[in-house]
Protein backbone atom coordinates (compact mmCIF):
# COMPACT_ATOMS: atom_id res chain seq x y z
CA UNK A 1 0.00 0.00 0.00
CA UNK A 2 1.26 3.47 -0.83
CA UNK A 3 1.98 5.67 2.19
CA UNK A 4 -0.57 8.16 1.83
CA UNK A 5 -3.27 5.04 1.82
CA UNK A 6 -1.75 4.13 4.51
CA UNK A 7 -1.89 7.42 6.25
CA UNK A 8 -5.63 7.99 5.36
CA UNK A 9 -6.48 4.69 7.37
CA UNK A 10 -4.29 5.80 10.47
CA UNK A 11 -6.00 9.37 10.42
CA UNK A 12 -9.39 7.60 10.56
CA UNK A 13 -8.59 5.44 12.88
CA UNK A 14 -7.62 8.27 15.31
CA UNK A 15 -10.76 10.14 14.54
CA UNK A 16 -12.78 7.44 15.32
CA UNK A 17 -10.70 7.23 18.87
CA UNK A 18 -11.40 10.76 19.19
CA UNK A 19 -14.85 10.69 18.99
CA UNK A 20 -14.78 7.03 20.92
CA UNK A 21 -12.84 9.71 23.77
CA UNK A 22 -15.55 12.21 23.52
CA UNK A 23 -18.72 10.13 23.84
CA UNK A 24 -17.32 8.45 27.24
CA UNK A 25 -16.36 12.04 28.52
CA UNK A 26 -20.37 12.87 27.90
CA UNK A 27 -21.78 9.63 29.00
CA UNK A 28 -19.56 9.73 32.15
CA UNK A 29 -20.38 10.95 35.55
CA UNK A 30 -17.17 10.59 37.56
CA UNK A 31 -15.45 14.05 36.88
CA UNK A 32 -11.74 12.65 36.69
CA UNK A 33 -12.75 10.24 33.99
CA UNK A 34 -14.89 12.84 32.21
CA UNK A 35 -11.59 15.35 32.22
CA UNK A 36 -9.57 11.94 30.97
CA UNK A 37 -11.17 11.26 28.17
CA UNK A 38 -11.38 14.41 26.90
CA UNK A 39 -7.67 15.23 27.10
CA UNK A 40 -7.38 11.76 25.31
CA UNK A 41 -10.19 12.75 22.45
CA UNK A 42 -8.09 16.27 21.96
CA UNK A 43 -4.63 14.01 22.10
CA UNK A 44 -6.41 11.72 19.18
CA UNK A 45 -8.04 14.09 17.36
CA UNK A 46 -4.35 16.57 17.38
CA UNK A 47 -2.45 12.91 16.15
CA UNK A 48 -5.37 12.60 13.28
CA UNK A 49 -4.57 15.97 12.15
CA UNK A 50 -0.20 16.36 12.33
CA UNK A 51 -0.18 14.08 9.33
CA UNK A 52 2.54 11.63 8.64
CA UNK A 53 5.39 14.29 9.77
CA UNK A 54 3.81 14.70 12.88
CA UNK A 55 7.01 13.14 14.49
CA UNK A 56 9.48 15.00 12.87
CA UNK A 57 11.09 17.50 14.90
CA UNK A 58 11.11 21.28 13.40
CA UNK A 59 12.35 24.90 14.59
CA UNK A 60 9.03 25.48 16.11
CA UNK A 61 7.92 22.05 17.31
CA UNK A 62 6.53 19.50 15.67
CA UNK A 63 5.71 19.43 11.80
CA UNK A 64 1.81 20.50 11.51
CA UNK A 65 1.39 22.00 14.83
CA UNK A 66 -0.68 24.73 13.99
CA UNK A 67 -4.20 22.32 13.08
CA UNK A 68 -6.31 21.67 16.03
CA UNK A 69 -9.78 19.70 16.56
CA UNK A 70 -11.95 22.68 18.01
CA UNK A 71 -14.70 20.42 19.44
CA UNK A 72 -12.64 18.41 20.77
CA UNK A 73 -11.75 21.32 23.04
CA UNK A 74 -14.59 22.66 23.38
CA UNK A 75 -16.12 19.82 24.69
CA UNK A 76 -12.80 19.58 27.19
CA UNK A 77 -13.69 23.32 28.75
CA UNK A 78 -17.20 22.23 29.26
CA UNK A 79 -16.39 19.16 31.13
CA UNK A 80 -13.85 21.26 33.43
CA UNK A 81 -16.56 23.59 34.47
Known sequence: ???????????????????????????????????????????WSDVAVRGPNADTPTAGGYADQTRKQPKCRALARTLRR
Not at 8 to 29: P, V, Y
Open 1 to 43: MSDSVNWRKRELECTRMAADCMQLAGDLLNPTLQSHFARMAII
